[in-house]
């Protein structure tokens, strides 16, 4: 067992905004590591990574590179995940992704620990993370579901532009800069690199996250809907997304409307529920302005919630504000939490 | 009949930054004017202000200041219109008010001419504009109500920090500038100038605005809540709404979830309808990424609607993105069309 010297793991997209978290969440939370192994393209590969005062040099990600890994932690794109993911799982490495490559294939089970931790057990060697909007939605939901059974949810967004990536905040603040300035900017990567259009980020709102599907929703919004009936097991869940990325760096909101199936459930039930849930952190008093912000979660793992209130008009229908770093709980601190889970469930020994 | 050489208009609040909007607004849409009065507040009167290459002197606002006056357009703050307004009226003139002193008065209209331009009949001389992310809402929603019935809102909106006045627009500015260069800046104003505590709103956003009512709402979504209810004649029509402020300096967005009576209506069937409808502009093409941003209406008249689609599990809801210049459209604009509506049906004469 080599779990008394810790494990071999290797970091895919080690260079990335969602790969340095990774590597600084592994540290933070003194996850057991007997061998780190950093991993990116052709073209970053040879960059210096200091890793806790120790120099690690970035290596290109071959199907070779997994030879001795036991946890492959992937967020370099959905290629890299399709095409290495499997080469990792050959080698004996569990993978945990956090592309949207294998998401929704039913083999794959799509974890948040403290929703699905269970699902860890039914894997043929990859977990998918979430998408970062989902993430810190289902945290919040499924306490409310145990408790009251939830019908339907209706949520819009407010997402940070490093959710496109290092490259879409230095835009953001690039951009911000020019404007200020009364200069011309000529905008390169939001909403989509890969898109037709390029739309100024700075003091504007953008109603497009990754590309539209064909029913008029983007990738984005179906993300939302489908992967919350799947970590949650609730298939008839009635789900809407509207997602909309703003002039913030770090940090995603939501604006989420829910029903539930219970009659007599009072807001403060509701507060009461989420005050104790695991990983939610209640910062609901507007009389003494306290809700949830992005400028006050980045940096921390929980799932902010507040501004919790019962609908005008529907006995069964509330509204919460849910807020938490989407580099963090939205990506690398899910990630970092499964890899625990494998540990602590025996599924990696 | 004095419109053969113009009115005599009024507008209180010159130097505010709706105030700015009207006379500009007035001069544009060459509403026939045969003299300005422009008044303000003590502080700010013996200020110049360049309409149209003459420079008019800003007076301070009394009693007196409304001799003669036939159309008074009124933006200094409740406190003010509820004082003067009377005065105004008492003395002949026609008040066209855009603070929230008299919206829900049942003895005042509350008008958006797109949706309830009739209402004007009804008045002792008061007119009450709706507030800004009221009136963009319901420019879009009235003809959906008009041919399908309207049943359900739930509204998210994404609201510009001009909202609050033209000192929380330097505020957005400064600190902006201060967080690019490392500073430490203080607000000092947002999310709401008279309550206790103050917090960043650049690369930040905000769920307050206005204060906390007893329920949990803010003073603003009750605003939207109530004023939909008024301007539409649908006191049963269930509404709901979160509204959070933004890092954009003019132009308000909004999440609008709404379901109809009828059965069997297609998505393009909204988006036909909304083609031709009033003061309505559609931006509604995925593929081609067209759709509605702040930054692209900013200085416009028009409510731009796009992203128009339907719910996934509810038949009868749909999703659709509003996007106005709420210095226009949800202040200055909705007054100025208010009084050329009042002439346009001889109430004025």
Redesign the interface.
Known sequence: MSQQNGFHVAVVGATGAVGQQMIQTLIKENFPIRKLTLLSSARSAGKKIDVNGQDYTVEEAKPESFEGVEIALFSAGGSVSKELGPEAVKRGAIVVDNTSAFRMDENTPLVVPEVNEADLHNQNGIIANPNCSTIQMVVALEPIHQQFGLK?V?V?T?QAVSGSGAAAVEEL?EQ??AI?NGDVYEPKIL?VKS???H??IA??????IDK?QE???TFEEMKM?NETKKIMHLPEL???A?C?R????VGH?E?V?FEIESDDVS?NDIKALLKDAPGVILQDD????L?????NCVGKNDVFV?????????PR?F?M?VVSDNLLKGAAWNSVQIAESLVKLGIVK
Chains 1, 2 share one sequence.
């Open positions: 339907k209706i819009s407010y603040m911000t800069q200020l909403p898109d037709k259009n739309y100024q003091f504007n709102a953008i109603p497009q539209f029913n008029g929703y809907i009635q789900v809407s509207t909309v703003l002039p913030v760096a909101s604006s409307y807001a507007p009389e003494n302005q809700y949830p912000m992005p400028a507040g501004r919790i209130r019962r609908d005008i008009d529907e229908g509204h504000w």
